[in-house]
C-alpha cells in the first residue's frame, strides 16, 4: 500500500539537481577553484553513475489499483525507490508524494550493474498519476501514467510485432510513429523478439533508447520470442549441444510481469496474464511449441504446465473478450516454417473457449486470417495476426493461403486496436503512416 506519511527531504533545495550541480561546477572552473572544483566533479560523477536509466512501467495482475516500474543504474543506489502523487497541475503537486522502496536486482554481464523494480499498490482506478525514480543518489524526471478503470470500459492499445534488428536506427521510427498515431493508448503489446539476441545488453539498450520516455509513461506487455531467449549449453556434458533453452535473464532484469503465470521454474515472468477493462489478455511463451533445440522430456513437461495454466485461464475468464499474445503463429507464412504441434495443441483449445483475437511476431511479414474455427473459416471463428515493426523481413509462402485475408511483404508495421462494449475494431498501419489493413469484431 502507498504510505502518505511517508515524505522525503529530496524535494527540497537541500538535494541539488545534476543542472545546478553542473552550473556550479562550471563556475567553481571560471574562477579557478580547483579543489572545490575536484569536490563537486567527484559530486557530479557520483550522481551520473546512480542516475536512473531505462524506465519502463508494466501492467500488473491489478491494472486498475497498481503499477509495475523497472529501471537501472550504473552503480548502485543506496536508497532505490520510486516517488509517486495523483497527478495534479500545480507545481507542488510532489509535497504529497508516497515513497515506495524497490528492490535492487544484480545483473550480471551487463555496462549497467543494477536493475530496481518497484510495484506501486493501493492505487485508485481511473486515476492519473505522476512518479519519479531513483534515490538520494540521483532522480529521474517525473513520468505520468493513467490506472484501469475497475469495469469494462473502452480503450485502445498498440501492438508491435518484432523490433529484433537495427533497433536503434531503423526500429526507432515506427515504434515513435505509433505513439504519434495513438498517444491515447493505454498500453503497448509487443509480440516477442524485442532483441536479436537476449543475451546482449547493448541490444536491450537501444531498444531502451527507441522507446525513451514512451516507455515512462505508457506501459508495455511483452511476450517473449525465441531471439530474447539466453541460450545454454550444460556444464561437463563435453558435446556442445543445447541443454537448456528456457533462461532469460535479462527479459527479466528489463520487465516487471505478473506472477500468474505456470509454475515452471525455468520460465519464471514469461507467460502471465492482465484483466484490463473487460479484455482477459493472456501472454504465452510459445517457444515450447517452435524450438527444435527442446529436449523431448524438457518439450513434454513444459507444454502440459503452459496448457493446463491456458485452458483454465480460458476457461473461468469473466471478460467480455480474450486476447492472446504470442510470438510463433500456428498458421506460419514464414517460409519453410509450419508449426504443426503447436497447431494441434493451441488450436482446439482457442476454439473451444472462443478466443477472439491473436496477436503474434515471428515471421516477419504482415498476415491476417479469416474468422476461423478448427482451421477452416468460420463465421464466429478467431482472427491470427502477425505483424512486424522492426526491418528485417522474410519472404512468405503460400502455406494457408486459403485461411488469409490481407498478407504483406517488406513493410515495417503497427497496430492500434480499439475495444468499446461489443466492437472491436483493429487497423493497421505501414511506419508512414498509410492503413494496410482494417477490420472490426462484434459480438
Not at 44 to 51: F, G, I, K, M
Not at 135 to 144: I, L
Not at 162 to 173: C, E, P, Y
Not at 301 to 307: I, P
Amino acid at each position: 500500500m502507498l504510505h502518505h506519511s511517508t515524505r522525503t527531504s529530496s524535494v527540497k533545495l537541500g538535494n541539488p539537481t545534476e543542472m545546478t550541480i553542473r552550473t556550479i561546477y562550471r563556475m567553481l572552473q571560471a574562477l579557478k577553484f580547483v579543489p572545490l572544483v575536484v569536490l563537486f566533479s567527484a559530486a557530479l560523477a557520483a550522481q551520473t553513475a546512480t542516475q536512473p536509466q531505462r524506465i519502463i512501467l508494466t501492467l500488473t495482475a491489478d491494472p486498475a489499483h497498481s503499477m509495475a516500474i523497472t529501471w537501472r543504474s550504473a552503480q548502485a543506489e543506496a536508497t532505490p525507490a520510486v516517488q509517486v502523487a495523483v497527478a495534479s497541475a500545480a507545481p507542488n503537486f510532489f509535497k504529497d508524494a508516497a515513497t515506495v522502496p524497490a528492490t535492487p536486482k544484480a545483473v550480471a554481464n551487463t555496462e549497467l550493474k543494477l536493475s530496481y523494480s518497484a510495484v506501486l499498490k493501493g492505487l485508485k482506478p481511473g486515476t492519473q498519476y505522476l512518479y519519479r525514480v531513483g534515490g538520494d543518489g540521483a532522480w529521474s524526471e517525473w513520468n505520468g501514467f493513467r490506472t484501469a478503470q475497475e469495469k469494462p470500459a473502452p480503450f485502445r492499445f498498440l501492438y508491435v510485432g518484432d523490433a529484433q534488428n537495427s533497433i536503434h536506427s531503423l526500429w526507432s521510427h515506427t515504434i515513435r510513429a505509433a505513439y504519434a498515431a495513438a498517444p491515447d493508448a493505454r498500453f503497448i503489446v509487443h509480440a516477442g523478439d524485442l532483441v536479436a539476441e537476449g543475451f546482449d545488453d547493448k541490444l536491450w539498450g537501444e531498444w531502451h533508447d527507441s522507446l525513451g520516455f514512451i516507455a515512462a509513461t505508457m506501459p508495455s506487455l511483452p511476450v517473449v520470442g525465441n531471439h530474447d531467449l539466453h541460450l545454454a549449453v550444460s556444464a561437463g556434458d563435453g558435446d556442445g549441444k543445447v541443454k537448456n533453452i528456457f533462461a532469460a535473464p535479462l527479459w527479466t532484469a528489463n520487465f516487471t510481469l505478473p506472477a500468474n503465470g505456470p509454475a515452471i521454474a525455468e520460465t519464471p515472468g514469461q507467460s502471465y496474464y492482465v484483466d484490463y477493462q473487460g479484455v482477459r489478455f493472456i501472454a504465452l511463451d510459445a517457444n515450447v511449441w517452435a524450438n527444435d533445440s527442446y529436449l523431448p522430456e524438457q518439450r513434454e513437461r513444459v507444454s502440459a504446465v503452459e496448457l493446463k495454466w491456458l485452458e483454465e485461464l480460458l476457461k473461468t475468464n469473466p471478460n467480455r473478450w480474450t486476447i492472446v499474445v504470442q510470438h510463433q503463429s500456428p498458421y506460419s507464412v514464414g517460409k519453410d516454417r509450419d508449426y504443426d504441434e503447436m497447431r494441434a495443441a493451441l488450436v482446439p483449445l482457442f476454439d473451444k473457449y472462443h478466443v477472439d483475437l491473436v496477436l503474434m511476431g515471428h515471421d516477419h511479414c504482415y498476415a491476417r486470417t479469416r474468422r476461423i474455427t478448427a482451421s477452416k473459416p468460420a463465421a464466429n471463428g478467431t482472427v491470427y495476426v502477425i505483424s512486424v515493426s522492426g526491418p528485417k523481413m522474410y519472404k512468405v509462402s503460400n502455406r494457408h493461403a486459403e485461411l488469409m485475408e490481407v498478407v504483406r511483404e517488406n513493410t515495417q508495421m503497427y497496430q492500434v486496436v480499439d475495444v468499446e462494449g461489443d466492437h472491436l475494431k483493429f487497423s493497421a498501419y505501414d511506419a508512414t503512416g498509410v492503413k494496410v489493413d482494417e477490420f472490426t469484431l462484434d459480438k
